[in-house]
């Protein structure tokens, strides 16, 4: 079952990976994860994507995809992956075709999250976090019961602002790989406005007919 999951910031993309990865038992694999392997492991492909990430640097595609080639062959994806934040661009999707080619491997479904402007930045501003516990609250559908008790703080980037300048770049990188995925046969799209259980259960209704 090799996956890709796309969905806004605040769609509930990670909730459903965590329960994908339980289902199925495959590794969610999102680019973050891939760079800090290849450099904890000292890949020669790791220490050059440090060297362009400790300069402030974008990682460069050639890196990025050579990266994902070293990843998706480890024995942990034999059975199968969900890739979360990969691919962005068209040229990054031809590549990985390339790279699932040589390892006998296809991209069996792409599960977009869908959710309207409006939730996605009623979701993301009204997130709150306890310093204490650590524990993600909502303002308005589940706050604390004590914000003094759990020292509540946003995060600088959960404002209104960053939060519009985010869903654009999401749109703006996304929208043609829709089409892209989509051409290809291989696109579904789940409402991300239902109750987790059942964005969930449409879900598997589609994977678990493959």
Avoid: W
């Avoid at 080639?69 to 040229?91: A, M, Q, V, W, Y």
């Avoid at 914000?147 to 999401?170: C, G, K, M, S, W």
């Amino acid at each position: 079952m090799n996956i890709i999951l796309f969905g806004a910031p605040g769609a509930g993309k990670g909730t459903q990976a965590k329960i994908l990865v339980e289902k199925y038992g495959i590794p969610q694999i999102s680019t973050g994860d891939m760079f800090r392997e290849a450099i904890t492991n000292g890949t020669e492909l790791g220490k050059k994507a440090k060297s362009f990430m400790d300069a402030g640097n974008l990682v460069p595609d050639d890196v990025t995809i050579g990266i994902v080639e070293e990843r998706l062959s480890k024995k942990d994806c034999e059975n199968g992956f969900i890739l979360d934040g990969f691919p962005r661009t068209i040229h990054q999707a031809e590549e990985l075709a390339k790279i699932l080619e040589k390892q006998n491997k296809d991209i069996d479904k792409v599960v977009v999250l869908e959710v309207r402007d409006g939730e996605i930045v009623e979701r993301i501003t009204g997130r709150r976090i306890s310093k204490k516990t650590g524990k993600i609250y909502h303002i308005k559908h589940n706050p604390p019961v004590d914000e003094n008790e759990e020292d509540i703080y946003q995060r600088d980037d959960d404002n209104e602002t960053a939060v519009v300048t985010r869903l654009a770049e999401y749109k703006n990188q996304t929208a043609p790989l829709f089409d892209y995925y989509k051409d290809l046969g291989k696109t579904v799209i789940i409402n991300g406005e239902q109750e987790v259980g059942k964005i969930t259960e449409d879900i598997l209704k589609i994977l678990n007919s493959l």
